[in-house]
């Protein structure tokens, strides 16, 4: 039992309150805590099932990347992002979109920068980049009235199948190198039905493991007073995006620079165009909750993205270290 003597009255009804109130909340923490374990594992198994059947009907393995992986490794937030604007907190939906950019580009690529200094292909800075920048100024754009639409979500989902379709057109033209990279970070084949059960298993821990973040989230953010955005921004979008964290570090670490930076630049282009895309197509959202200053640090990292992979086509350790700190600083203004 806690023990309160001593103290005075103000001060043990306080911190009676207090404790009540994380009594209260750890079911929801723990919703939470299952919730992202299921959306990881759901994820990577989604992502090995169907690269192992892509590879068995002859698709090469930078289309795979390309393609498979890069929409496997997105998957947690689309499920996350549909899951709360069917259930009324649109707020958590767009905060986890606009969250997740910032944490790929200021979080994901300043940790795999900081690991090991990451060589950047001249393809992601003349196209990429700029699409991610493009989209994001998009983004802006249709958030002025105060509401996204489901003409917005065509035009965002209308993106990202162009986006989608021109990567694959522009990876013939690849170099054997670069094919050879995404061999080994593509999933090997497997039997059939490991594959079926790897798709089936993967897509129901990630319905499941959307629910009880959602959830949880919610629960947690009325709890502790602060508002759905804010989590969406955080806890959610950190959460879904670690299979994103996970695949460019690791590729950091074996010195595939063009695979850690290409996997966070193609998942932010993937957050605005497809997962804000087919969300706002199922369910149109108010935008109100956002801050202005949300959105001007998703555009801001877009934007200052470019000159720093120009400078000798490398992320140095200095500039994941840059990016690290305005992370940080962002997660203070949030909680200020």
């Keep these: ?31 939470i805590a299952a919730g992202l374990l299921l ?20 698709v090469s393995p930078l289309v795979i990347g390309l393609t498979v992986v890069a929409v496997g490794t997105s998957l947690p937030e689309l499920m996350v992002s549909v899951g709360a604007a069917v259930r009324g907190s649109g707020a958590v939906a767009l905060g986890n979109v606009v969250g997740s950019n910032i944490s790929n580009v ?9 690991l090991r200094a990451m060589r950047v292909q001249a393809q992601i800075i ?28 065509g035009l965002l989902t209308g993106g990202i199948i162009a986006y989608t ?32 059960v790897l798709l089936a298993g993967g897509m129901g821990a990630l319905g499941i493991g959307a629910d009880l973040l959602v959830d949880g989230a919610v629960v947690v953010a009325t709890a502790v007073g602060i508002s ?32 850690a930076v290409g996997n966070a630049v193609g998942s932010s282009i993937f957050n605005i165009l497809g997962i ?14 956002l801050r202005t200053l949300d959105l001007a640090v998703m555009i801001g990292l877009a934007v200052a993205l470019l000159p720093m992979m120009r400078s000798g086509f490398m992320l140095s ?20």
């Design 106 to 114: 200021a979080l994901i690529l300043g940790v795999s920068a900081m």
């Design 1 to 31: 039992m806690l023990r309160t003597h001593g103290l005075s009255p103000c001060l043990r009804h306080l911190l009676l309150i207090n404790v009540d109130r994380l009594g209260f909340m750890v079911p929801s923490l723990l919703s």
């Design 228 to 259: 759905e955005v804010v989590v969406g921004l955080t806890v959610v979008a950190i959460g879904t995006s670690l299979p994103e964290m996970a695949t460019s570090v690791t590729a950091a670490y074996r010195g595939e620079g063009d695979i």
């Design 165 to 196: 379709g021109f990567s694959v057109y522009a990876a013939r033209s690849e170099t054997a190198a670069v094919q050879q990279e995404y061999d080994r970070g593509v999933p090997q084949q497997h039997r059939l039905w490991i594959d079926l």
């Design 317 to 336: 350790r200095w500039e994941g270290s840059l990016l690290l700190l305005v992370y940080a600083a962002y997660l203070g203004t949030l909680f200020v």
């Design 39 to 58: 959306l990881a594992v759901g994820a990577e198994g989604l992502v090995r099932g169907a690269s192992s059947l892509a590879r068995a009907a002859g």
């Design 126 to 153: 003349r196209i990429d980049a700029p699409i991610l920048l493009g989209a994001s100024l998009a983004l802006g754009a249709l958030l002025v009235d105060g509401r996204l639409s489901r003409l917005d979500g």
């Design 276 to 289: 804000l895309g087919v969300t706002v197509l199922i369910h149109p959202l108010a935008t109100d909750a």
